[in-house]
Structure formats: C-alpha cells, structure tokens
C-alpha cells in the first residue's frame, strides 16, 4: 500500500476547481505519466518519457501539461524504508526544482516507496504479457502514485466536514 506523507495541500473542493493532475513516477531512465480525470477521482497510466536531459524532459512535460491543461503535479518522492531522503530522493528533488522554476502551477511530493513494486503485482495478477508490462509499468507506477494523492485528499477533505 502506498501511503503519501501529510500535504497539507488542498481538499477536495480546491481540486474539484484545479482540474487535472498530472502524476510523475521518477526514474533515472525513465519517468511514468499519469493523469487524473477533471474531478479528480481517478488517475490513469497516460505515458512514460525517455529521459534525455533535464531540459529536453522538462519540456516534454511542459507540453503535456499544455497538451491537457493540467493544473497541479503530483510526483513521488523515493523515501528510504526508514524514511529518510536517499541519493535518488536527492535526484527527484533536484529535477523538480529545476521543473519548478518553468511552470507556474504547483507542483507536490508525496511518498512513493515501492509504488513500481506494487504496480509490477498488479500488471502481473492482471496477465499483462512481460514485454508489455516493461513498458507500461512506469505509468502505472504513477497512477499509483497518483491515485493515493486523490484518495487522501478526498478522505481529508471528508473530515473536515
């Protein structure tokens, strides 16, 4: 299960009047895209972007934050299983920072550790034949990122009721 550390980002009404969200799973060779519905209830795998510098990848977001007028990022942030920051936590930050100064909606971190994992099972318990599930495990490691977002924003925003 993946739990996202506490945001104290928006609640629900605020994402119902953002719109999309785009999801970002981080990788070193590859970054997996998802993407929610606009009442943010659901995320879904969109795509997975060969990483080929920062700038270059940075601009292949830019576009598809254009491309479907997205609203705010989610990425997830590779804790430890301790819970401390990681050399690859470190790289996430840093390429956020840099993606960051390029957009002007908010971008958040929320706790990601072994979302490819538990995407992996999921593809696998599903039948999705292995060179498929190559390519399409990093998006749906960002749905899962994603989705946890909206599912916490959702249940805080119940309890504020």
Do not use: C
């Not at 209830?41 to 972007?49: F, G, H, K, Q, V």
């Not at 576009?63 to 609203?71: A, I, T």
């Not at 039948?127 to 959702?154: H, M, N, P």
């Amino acid at each position: 299960m993946i739990r996202t550390r506490a945001l104290g980002g928006p609640g629900l009404a605020d994402i119902a009047e953002v719109g999309r969200i785009l999801g970002l799973d981080m990788g070193d060779r590859w970054i997996g895209v998802a993407l929610s519905d606009p009442e943010g209830i659901l995320a879904s795998p969109l795509t997975r972007i060969t990483r080929i510098g920062t700038e270059a990848t940075i601009e292949v977001i830019l576009q598809l934050v254009r491309q479907h007028q997205v609203k705010r990022i989610v990425a997830g942030l590779p804790y430890s299983m301790k819970g401390g920051l990681g050399p690859q936590a470190i790289k996430v930050l840093d390429f956020l920072h840099e993606l960051r100064q390029r957009l002007e909606i908010p971008v958040e971190t929320v706790d990601e550790r072994l979302s490819t994992v538990a995407a992996g099972r999921r593809m696998r318990e599903a039948g999705i034949v292995r060179k498929r599930k190559k390519r399409e495990i990093d998006a749906a490691a960002a749905a899962l990122i994603l989705q946890a977002y909206l599912d916490e924003v959702r249940t805080n925003a119940g309890t504020e009721l």
